[in-house]
T-cell receptor, first 116, second 112 residues
Framework: NAGVMQNPRHLVRRRGQEARLRCSPM?????VYWYRQLPEEGLKFMVY????????ESGMPKERFSAEFPKEGPSILRIQQVVRGDSAAYFC??????????????FGPGTRLTVL | DAKTTQPTSMDCAEGRAANLPCNHS???????VYWYRQIHSQGPQYIIH???NNETNEMASLIITEDRKSSTLILPHATLRDTAVYYC?????????????FGKGTKLSVIP
């Protein structure tokens, strides 16, 4: 059973360009979470999605950031008009269900975004 | 905010037990203690979790004090591959709980 897959692993963008980060959850998992990790910091929650629904986007910046998890295909985190401060590692995690009793999330290898 | 306090770094000799402490003095009765680790910028990896009782799995043991204000993660025989940042996370057990709040963690260095 393949783990959570993310691509690209590394992404370089110039200021003002768009960045698209993709995440394929583990087989059988219908819940996806995106986290951002700035250098020397812990991971920060961004958004939680189920198929075709955004459940909680309280950690997403108000502008330029959006996420989706379509019925078919991977989850996408989209950053428009990137700025240098968007440079970070972006991790996706998945879980088999929205568990009320524990939070064992399976993380992907991350996408390292560098904005020049 | 993480609601936990961990030492910034620790060293452990290879083959010895690594004991990683965590303080969570404001934990409430319906909150679990979770441990994750992150090996050199890879995605975090779940290790273990517990509520009141001590827990053990193939990776580690978790010892939670009786008042639940602190816990210790034990790696019984540390190897070089256990070098990582270890995060202690308090998680509400009720419905609507899914955000993992990562603090700075403890950087464990296993020394040959």
């Amino acid at each position: 059973n393949a783990g959570v897959m993310q691509n690209p692993r590394h992404l370089v963008r110039r200021r003002g360009q768009e960045a698209r980060l993709r995440c394929s959850p583990m087989k059988g998992h219908s819940h996806v979470y995106w986290y951002r990790q700035l250098p020397e910091e812990g991971l920060k929650f961004m958004v939680y999605l189920q198929k075709e629904n955004i459940i909680d986007e309280s950690g997403m910046p108000k502008e330029r950031f959006s996420a989706e998890f379509p019925k078919e295909g991977p989850s996408i985190l989209r950053i428009q008009q990137v700025v240098r401060g968007d440079s970070a590692a972006y991790f996706c995690a998945s879980s088999p269900q929205h568990l009320s009793s524990y939070n064992e999330q399976f993380f992907g290898p991350g996408t390292r975004l560098t904005v020049l | 905010d993480a609601k936990t306090t961990q030492p910034t770094s620790m060293d452990c000799a290879e083959g010895r037990a690594a004991n990683l402490p965590c303080n969570h003095s404001t934990i409430s009765g319906n909150e679990y203690v979770y441990w994750y680790r992150q090996i050199h910028s890879q995605g975090p990896q779940y290790i273990i979790h517990g509520l009141k009782n001590n827990e053990t799995n193939e990776m580690a043991s978790l010892i939670i004090t009786e008042d639940r204000k602190s816990s210790t993660l034990i790696l019984p025989h540390a190897t070089l591959r256990d070098t990582a940042v270890y995060y202690c996370i308090v998680v509400y057990s009720g419905a609507g709980s899914y955000q993992l709040t990562f603090g700075k963690g403890t950087k464990l260095s296993v020394i040959p």
